[in-house]
């Protein structure tokens, strides 16, 4: 066993015990303070996070500025993880390729060289083949660096320093957005129009007590760099830039172009001669990969879940151009339109998360007027960090220049000074009264300086640094002046990035939608007639066009018809078995007529020893009636049958034993239900004293001493009743006089009128 001494201490000695949950949180609460802080959430004054902070300082460092020459990106990333930012070089450069890529920022802050990716979805290439430099708006945001308006802080490794923010005028947490996703919470901001900003700002400078309505007047909501249309109302823009929380819808935009007065011609339908016509998409929503999109379109082609539409063509150049080809020339524009936007990503939503760290780095979602308030006071505070600097400045400066001119006034005596003593400085400082910061300037001073012209010019430049000092003085001093400033330089903002120049020009349009029309699948199924035919043993076939019912129709040997009727096949099909469920079949896929067709079983989950009971074409708002044969039944909406699933929907609830007999559409005009029991008992009463259920077992319609319900229907009183007389003749009888068997509902009944027929049916 080792023996450990001082110079060698025992290691457990250092272990500290602590319980697990308060360790394991204290370490976890520091980890999501640091990616809060300081990885994920943009300061609210300059719009950036660390990582692309420190690329754009980094690039200033190597004087990569907008009229300068490119530089590779391997460099860049090699001294911003080297210098500032001690991450993985492929999140840095990634974070660099976002900066340079005009589909992603609506201002980009980067300006590349060579592959940086595409709208397609397409990576950048790898950075040793890329170039990179600032742009003007990066060089904006940087502004006032060098004249002491922020602080700067050390480096990860305390060989550098970096800014805390950056000090520029531009908008940028606004103008180019930001998304992140911290620790417990997230921040997802779009990109804005600077002059809409600014505007909003102005308004807010000049009326501390502006209201939110009169801010979204001018401010009216995202712009960004992929341009497409916002479609939510007004109202519920407003609403979400109040709260700071919300979700917008995008779509892309149907467009052929602009006309010559610079608008866009929004219906995106492009003629072709002979009545032909195609669909153009001319741009896409935010953050959805062109490629992408055409993929789930050709998808949907493919998987005939849009039939309407026949082919999809990227045409794309530097602009985009998706053509749509319809079916048909009869296709109607809207509901292809309607369905792209429902089906694709040609609709997407964008959630609003105002959440950014404030000045004291403290995240928080904020509304559009806290947050442009709280960056007015970050720029003033800038504005007089600067204006207290240059007064240093022109201080440090008017000293200087005082020693100057008492040196000129008495040049001979300096001159003498100068070349008698060993020790000049002390001599000078007691005789004329100089500090000794103007004693040591004085002493470098140039012999080429000591012309007459030199004093006249150091005068002007005294004069005119004692007005700027005043100005600046006034400036400390007035908050109306520093408002007034701050306006001035906003409007000078403005016109560089006014609504006329091609990089403020609103890409995105804020357009209400139409109400949306109610999306039905069944209107892309093109409607042709077809007879459906169902046999005893539950195949089902449709044939096309419409047939007679009573068609020499082939079955299977000992099958034989059971159901037969006339349908489009936009219609859907209630199959109703005894066990009281329901199902839902399509027209158009059920199997043709040239065979025996299919079971319906193999199209839905149909019990084993259940059997088919009626089948019927769903009619919107359409009512059937329902009965067992114990005589129990209720009213049924149509609307209410429809089953999404294979499983159906159970609608009647059935004892065991007890069967659903009876499924009879109930006309508008009918006001009575007549029934008829195994016991030839006959009652007629009144349709609204049953009850319309969604699901249940209903209610008594006939009672009987023994026996069931044999049959049911519905029909107008003063019609009266009519039944088939039977044999060949085909006539019918009708009973006018229904009086005697008119009675209320859950009667015995009595016998019913003379020729009834037989087996009790009506």
């Known amino acids: 066993m080792a023996i450990t001494t001082d110079a060698h201490p025992d290691p457990f000695d250092a272990i500290v015990d602590a319980p ?20 994920s959430l943009p300061d609210l004054r300059d719009g950036l996070k ?94 006032g660096l060098d004249e002491g308006t922020v602080e700067f802080h050390p480096t990860y490794n305390g060989e550098e320093e970096e800014p805390e923010i950056f000090p520029g005028l531009f908008p940028n947490l ?37 209201e939110h309505a009169q801010l979204m007047e001018v401010f009216h909501g995202p712009d960004l760099p992929t341009g497409g249309v916002v479609v939510d109302s007004p109202a519920a823009i407003s609403a979400a830039y109040e709260s ?24 995106g339908i492009e003629k072709l001669g002979s009545g032909q016509w ?55 524009p809207d509901l292809l339109k309607e369905s792209l936007y429902r089906l694709t990503d040609l609709e997407s939503r964008f959630g609003l998360n105002l959440n950014v760290l404030d000045a004291h780095r403290t995240p928080g979602v904020l509304g559009l007027k806290l947050l442009l308030q709280e960056w007015v006071i970050s720029q003033i505070d800038i504005l007089l960090r600067r204006s207290q600097h240059r007064l240093d400045k022109i201080a440090a400066r008017l000293e200087l220049l005082d020693g100057y001119i008492i040196a000129y006034l008495n040049l001979d005596r300096i001159i003498e000074i100068i070349r008698t003593e ?55 001093d007035n908050p109306a002046r520093q408002r007034t400033r701050l306006k001035r330089d906003l409007n000078a903002l403005r016109k560089e990035y006014g609504p006329d120049t091609e990089l403020g020009r609103r890409r995105t349009t804020i357009a209400e939608a139409a109400p949306t029309r109610e999306f039905n699948m069944d209107a892309m199924i093109e409607k042709e007639p077809v007879t459906v035919i169902v046999s005893q043993r539950g195949w089902i076939r449709a044939a096309k066009g419409h047939v007679p019912l009573d068609g020499d129709f082939k079955f299977k040997e000992g099958d034989g018809p059971a159901y037969a009727l006339h349908a489009q096949t936009t219609d859907k099909l209630l199959v109703a078995v005894d066990s009281g469920r329901f199902y839902t079949l399509g027209a158009d896929k059920l199997p043709g007529a040239r065979g025996f067709g299919e079971p319906v079983r193999t199209m839905v989950d149909i019990d084993p020893d259940a059997h088919i009971v009626a089948v019927l074409i769903y009619k919107p708002k359409g009512q059937l009636l329902l009965a067992a044969d ?88 003063e019609d009266g009743l009519t039944w088939a007389m039977g044999g060949d003749s085909g006539r019918t009888r009708v009973e006018k006089d229904l009086l005697p068997w008119k009675v209320a509902r859950g009667a015995a009944g009595r016998l019913p009128p003379n020729g009834f027929p037989r087996d009790n049916k009506f």
């Open 244 to 267: 700071g929380r919300g979700a917008i819808r995008v779509r892309g935009r149907f467009s052929t172009g602009r006309d010559d007065a610079g608008q866009w011609e929004d219906s």
């Open 50 to 143: 660390p990582v692309h902070r420190r690329l754009l300082w980094a690039m200033r460092q190597l004087k990569l500025d907008a009229n300068g020459a490119f530089k590779k990106s391997a460099r860049v990333v090699g001294d911003v993880i080297g210098k500032y930012h001690p991450h993985g070089d492929a999140s840095v450069y990634d974070a660099m390729v976002r900066l340079a890529q005009d589909f992603a920022l609506r201002y980009p802050l980067v300006e590349g060289q060579g592959n940086f990716g595409n709208i397609d979805g397409d990576n950048a290439a790898a950075y040793r083949y890329t170039e990179a430099r600032l742009t003007r708006t990066a060089m904006r945001l940087m502004s």
């Open 630 to 717: 114990t005589g129990r039944g209720f009213a049924a909406e149509m609307d209410e049958l429809l089953a999404e699933t294979r499983k159906g929907r159970g609608v009647v609830t059935t004892k065991p034993g007890v069967k659903l007999t009876i499924v009879r559409e109930i006309a508008p005009e009918h006001d009575h239900v007549a029934v008829v029991g195994e016991n030839r008992k006959l009652v007629i009463f009144a349709l609204n004293e049953v009850p319309i259920l969604a699901k249940g077992q209903g209610v008594t319609l006939q009672r009987y001493r023994d026996g069931g319900l044999s049959d049911a229907i519905t029909l107008k009183l």
């Open 20 to 39: 697990f949950d308060s360790a394991l949180s204290e370490r976890y609460l520091v980890y999501a303070l640091s990616t809060i802080t300081a990885r």
């Open 422 to 476: 060993d020790e000049p400085k002390p001599l000078m400082m007691a005789e004329f009264g100089l500090t000794d910061r103007q004693a040591e300037a004085i002493l470098n001073m140039r012999l080429r300086s000591l012309r007459k012209l030199e004093e006249m010019e150091l005068r002007k430049e005294h004069d005119a640094l004692l007005a700027e000092q005043d100005e600046l003085q006034k400036l400390l």
């Open 278 to 332: 195609q669909l153009v998409v001319s741009e896409i929503p935010y953050m959805v990969p062109k490629g992408k999109l055409i993929e789930q379109i050709a998808a949907l082609i493919a998987d005939k879940k849009l039939p309407i539409l026949e082919d999809v063509r990227d045409e794309s150049d530097e602009q985009i151009r998706i053509v749509l080809v319809p079916k048909s020339r009869n296709v109607d």
């Open 174 to 210: 606004l103008a180019n957005g930001s998304s992140g996703i911290a620790v417990g919470m997230a921040t997802n901001i779009p990109s804005h129009n600077v002059a809409e900003i600014v505007d909003a700002t102005l308004l807010l400078i000049d009326n501390p007590a502006v």
